[in-house]
């Protein structure tokens, strides 16, 4: 199911920046958990970060430091800022949000118990 909608990906060289964005036409992200995901072929799925509603943030380990989660209500969209980027975080990023908790990946794929998903967006990372 295509429930949200990400862009903003693209190819970059070691070091580049890139902002995804994800955005929801039949309801307000802001009033939801939102959280980004990726995962790349031969690699499991990890929790990048998530944002509550009252725009509490959660950064994982892989990015933290790299990365920057923010609600902008007026569009209705949440943004992934993605700085220093290394080929490693070379992968498909998707956005969920959730009703409740925004849970992490389970044994290496996508969590259940999230009501809505976006299709992915490919980020590529080589010189």
């Known amino acids: 199911e295509v429930q949200l909608v990400e862009s903003g990906g693209g190819s970059v060289p070691p070091g580049g920046s890139l902002r995804l964005s994800c955005t929801a036409s039949?309801?307000?992200?802001?009033?939801?958990?939102v959280g980004w995901y990726r995962k790349a072929p031969g690699h499991e799925c990890e929790l990048i970060a998530s944002?509550?509603?009252?725009?509490?943030?959660w950064y994982g380990d892989s990015m933290k430091g790299r990365v920057t989660i923010a609600q902008d209500r007026a569009t209705n969209m949440v943004h992934l800022q993605m700085n220093g980027l290394i080929p490693d975080d070379a992968a498909v990023y998707t956005c969920?949000?959730?009703?409740?908790?925004?849970?992490?990946?389970?044994?290496?794929?996508?969590?259940?118990?999230?009501?809505?998903w976006g299709q992915g967006t490919q980020v590529s990372v080589s010189s």
């Open positions: 039949e309801f307000t992200l802001a009033n939801s958990n």
């Open positions: 944002i509550e509603s009252d725009g509490d943030t």
């Open positions: 969920a949000a959730a009703v409740g908790p925004v849970y992490d990946c389970y044994q290496g794929t996508w969590p259940v118990g999230i009501k809505y």
